[in-house]
């Protein structure tokens, strides 16, 4: 099925650096969602966004639901180690009922 | 624990077998949705209910496969006649009312190894 485009596909960094990633549609959404997922574990929740431009903070997490409708960014500040995993975006568009999910960015954090 | 529940966490068996998992959502969610994961790969719809109408159903989900929510609470996925492409995490989620934006919160899911 069809997946959305996520990028870095993978990340190695130190604890306290920040992180930028991104996820980009060829379709317009009208919500875009953050999950992160731990390994033998679902998808948690991190950001929800529903309007174009909304800039949405929790805690060291910032997400932006791009003015185009057809892209998002999440950001991390001063990773910690609880921060690897895996990182999804997701996108809904309008009378839909079905999230499309993004390939995923792999955080690690290097010792 | 108010989260959305699925038993069993694992689930091993031989082609050819049948199984069902189960999936109890948050109780105040309307909502319920079923995905499939594969290693390496983000989460795939499957089916979605509201209450307990079944009201979309993706071309992923073959005539093997049969989902139900009777009572509008929680759903059970059965896969007839097991194939090893069967072999996935499959995961059960739930929202509230679309029109208030509520997101999807996921399940622990149930991992499936066909041998």
């Known amino acids: 099925g069809q997946q959305l485009n996520q990028s870095p596909q993978s990340m190695f960094i130190q604890e306290g650096e920040d992180v930028s990633m991104n996820c980009t549609s060829s379709?317009?959404?009208?919500?875009w969602l953050w999950y992160k997922q731990d390994p033998g574990e679902g998808p948690v929740l991190l950001i929800a966004?529903?309007?174009?431009?909304e800039l949405t903070s929790n805690g060291r997490l910032t997400a932006q639901f791009g003015i185009t409708r057809k892209d998002s960014f999440l950001n991390i500040s001063a990773s910690i180690p609880s921060d690897v995993g895996i990182y999804f975006c997701a996108g809904r568009d309008f009378g839909n009922e079905k999230l499309t999910f993004g390939t995923g960015t792999r955080l690690t954090i290097i010792p | 624990d108010t989260g959305v529940s699925q038993d069993p966490r694992h689930k091993i068996t031989k082609r050819g077998q049948n199984v069902t998992f189960r999936c109890d959502p948050i109780s105040e969610h309307n909502r319920l949705y079923w995905y499939r994961q594969t290693l390496g790969q983000g989460p795939e719809f499957l089916t979605y209910?509201?209450?307990?109408?079944?009201?979309?159903k993706s071309r992923l989900l073959s005539d093997r496969f049969s989902a139900e929510r009777p009572k509008g609470s929680f759903s059970t996925l059965e896969i007839q006649r097991t194939e090893q492409g069967d072999s996935a995490m499959y995961l059960c989620?739930?929202?509230?009312?679309?029109?208030?934006?509520?997101?999807?919160?996921f399940g622990n899911g149930t991992r499936l190894t066909v041998t």
């Open positions: 966004l529903y309007k174009a431009g």
């Open positions: 209910f509201q209450n307990e109408a079944q009201l979309e």
């Open positions: 379709s317009i959404f009208n919500t």
């Open positions: 989620a739930s929202s509230g009312d679309r029109d208030t934006g509520s997101p999807l919160h």
